[in-house]
T-cell receptor
Framework: EADIYQTPRYLVIGTGKKITLECSQT?????MYWYQQDPGMELHLIHY???????EKGDLSSESTVSRIRTEHFPLTLESARPSHTSQYLC?????????????????FGPGTRLTVL | GNSVTQMEGPVTLSEEAFLTINCTYT??????LFWYVQYPGEGLQLLLK?????DKGSNKGFEATYRKETTSFHLEKGSVQVSDSAVYFC?????????FGTGTRLTIIP
């Protein structure tokens, strides 16, 4: 059973506020990911990390930033939120490759944070 | 690059109907294929997977077969239930990242 947590689950804030979305996993996974899910359901990778001190930009450009100081923790920060940031944000982590085999990159997802910026 | 084309929804079926959600892909090499499900208000859960050609993934009555000749991974279930109402995502990986389809919203009516 995957254990990956996101807080808060719902957040409504005003324009210009700084926010941090938390993501933690207790499985010891090295790889972690942030996705933005638009109202049309499509998922866009915005950040990922291979491990501690590793952060990479995803396929969709985002004004958010991430950090990875500890293996289990991968927070996402918006310095100045805007209405265009309103979306669902999903965090995920993936299992390490099996010894001598391929990485299937099966990802485990948190419950998501639904962000509304007024 | 990799891409996934998924049957557009929404799909509405009566309980106990047969379900097919089509998924085709474009990829280099030999990707692994997945179906994820997202229930209302939740994150994605892995439903099933297949890692090589002709593999059949199955879970909770759902099945999908990895067809390399047709580059497809269609999701099927013989008799759907109201509790199957959710959004279904087809996905593939051949490298470090997952490529998702756009999702298909399924609604089952009693």
């Amino acid at each position: 059973e995957a254990d990956i947590y996101q807080t808060p689950r719902y957040l409504v804030i005003g324009t210009g506020k700084k926010i941090t979305l938390e993501c933690s996993q207790t499985m010891g996974h090295d790889k972690m990911y942030w996705y933005q899910q638009d109202p049309g359901m499509e998922l866009h990778l915005i950040h990922y990390s291979y491990g501690v001190n590793s952060t990479e930009k995803g396929d969709l450009s985002s004004e958010s930033t991430v950090s990875r100081i500890r293996t289990e923790h991968f927070p996402l920060t918006l310095e100045s939120a805007r209405p265009s940031h309103t979306s669902q944000y999903l965090c995920a982590s993936s299992i390490p490759p099996k010894a001598g085999g391929l990485s299937y990159n099966e990802q485990f997802f948190g419950p998501g944070t639904r962000l509304t910026v007024l | 690059g990799n891409s996934v084309t998924q049957m557009e929804g929404p799909v509405t079926l009566s309980e106990e109907a047969f379900l097919t959600i089509n998924c085709t892909y474009t990829a280099t090499g030999y990707p692994s294929l997945f179906w994820y499900v997202q229930y209302p208000g939740e994150g994605l859960q892995l439903l099933l997977k297949a890692t090589k050609a002709d593999d059949k993934g199955s879970n909770k009555g759902f099945e999908a077969t990895y067809r390399k000749e047709t580059t497809s991974f269609h999701l099927e279930k013989g008799s759907v239930q109201v509790s199957d109402s959710a959004v279904y995502f087809c996905a593939l990986t051949g490298n470090e990242k997952l490529t998702f389809g756009t999702g298909t919203r399924l609604t089952i009516i009693p």
